[in-house]
C-alpha cells in the first residue's frame, strides 16, 4: 500500500514536470504518505521541487506500520509499565538484567507484534500472561523497595 502511494506521488511529481511550468493563477497540491524513515530525502527533494515550481505544493506525512510510545522503545516502555503497576500494588520492580533479559523480550516481542483484535490473541494471551507472571515471580527482589 505505501508503495503504491509513493509511486503515485512519484508519478504525479513527473508528470507535472513534464507538463511544463504551472502559471500563477494554477495551483497545484500533491499528498502522499508512506514510511518515516525516506522521510528526510523526500522532504529535501520536495523542497527543491517547490523552489522551483512555486505554485506546486507538496504534502508528505510519515506513517509508522504500528503504534510505538518511544521510537524503538517498547520493551523499555514495557518494563516501566510493568514495574509502575507492581510499585502501585506494593510489589518490587522489575529490573531489567542480563540474567533475565532474553525471557522478558520473547513474550514482550510477541505482544508488541500481536493483532490485538485478532482471535489469535484470545488464545494466545493466557499463556503470555502465565509466563510473565512467573518471570516476575522469579526475579523479584524486595531489595528494590523502600521500606
Not at 63 to 73: A, D, H, R, Y
Not at 85 to 91: C, H, K, P, S, V
Not at 112 to 118: L, T
Amino acid at each position: 500500500m505505501r508503495r503504491v502511494s509513493i509511486a503515485f506521488l512519484l508519478i504525479g511529481l513527473l508528470l507535472t514536470l513534464l507538463a511544463g511550468p504551472v502559471t500563477a493563477q494554477d495551483s497545484l497540491r500533491l499528498t502522499g504518505s508512506g514510511a518515516t524513515f525516506p522521510f528526510p530525502l523526500y522532504s529535501a527533494w520536495f523542497k527543491s521541487f517547490s523552489s522551483k515550481q512555486k505554485s506546486v505544493t507538496v504534502d508528505y506525512v510519515r506513517m509508522l506500520s504500528k503504534p510505538q510510545l518511544f521510537i524503538e522503545g517498547n520493551h523499555r516502555t514495557g518494563a516501566l509499565v510493568m514495574s509502575s503497576i507492581l510499585l502501585r500494588d506494593g510489589q518490587p520492580p522489575f529490573v531489567l538484567s542480563v540474567e533475565n533479559a532474553a525471557a522478558y523480550f520473547e513474550p514482550s516481542a510477541v505482544i508488541r507484534d500481536i493483532h490485538k483484535h485478532s482471535p489469535g490473541s484470545l488464545f494466545r494471551a493466557p499463556g503470555i500472561r502465565r509466563r510473565l507472571a512467573a518471570l516476575l515471580r522469579e526475579h523479584a527482589d524486595s531489595r528494590y523497595l523502600l521500606v
